[in-house]
Nanobody, 121 residues
Framework: QVQLVESGGGLVQAGGSLRLSCAAS????????MGWYRQAPGKERELVAT??????TNYADSVKGRFTISRDTNNAVTLQMNSLNPDDTGVYYC????????????????WGQGTQVTVSS
């Protein structure tokens, strides 16, 4: 299967920056998207940014212009977060989604364990 290992995160003051990295190991898929989702206390998990293996990126409106996602390799993704504010606080989860058809019983989505990002005001 696939394992996602996240690094980065931590505590930062408002206006500061953090960098999250995620590396996938195990099975490899040529067509996929990798990205980040976050979950704040009492809220549902929401998309932050994704990047496909073909180079297409997608951002939540709330992070456009502040966050940049990049694919280092087909199995690694980095999220540079600038101008952080307290609303960015939450647990950030790395995601890998397989594209195209999959077999019955196989997973389409893989998730990391999550890394805490806390932005103080």
């Amino acid at each position: 299967q696939v394992q996602l290992v996240e690094s980065g995160g931590g505590l930062v003051q408002a206006g500061g920056s953090l960098r999250l990295s995620c590396a996938a190991s195990g099975r490899s898929f040529s067509r996929n998207t990798m990205g980040w989702y976050r979950q704040a206390p009492g809220k549902e998990r929401e998309l932050v940014a994704t990047a496909s293996s073909s180079g297409t990126t997608n951002y939540a409106d709330s992070v456009k212009g502040r966050f940049t996602i990049s694919r280092d390799t087909n199995n690694a993704v980095t999220l540079q977060m600038n101008s952080l504010n307290p609303d960015d606080t939450g647990v950030y989860y790395c995601n890998l989604r397989r594209l195209g058809p999959i077999r019955i019983g196989e997973l389409r989505d893989y998730w990391g364990q999550g890394t805490q990002v806390t932005v103080s005001s």
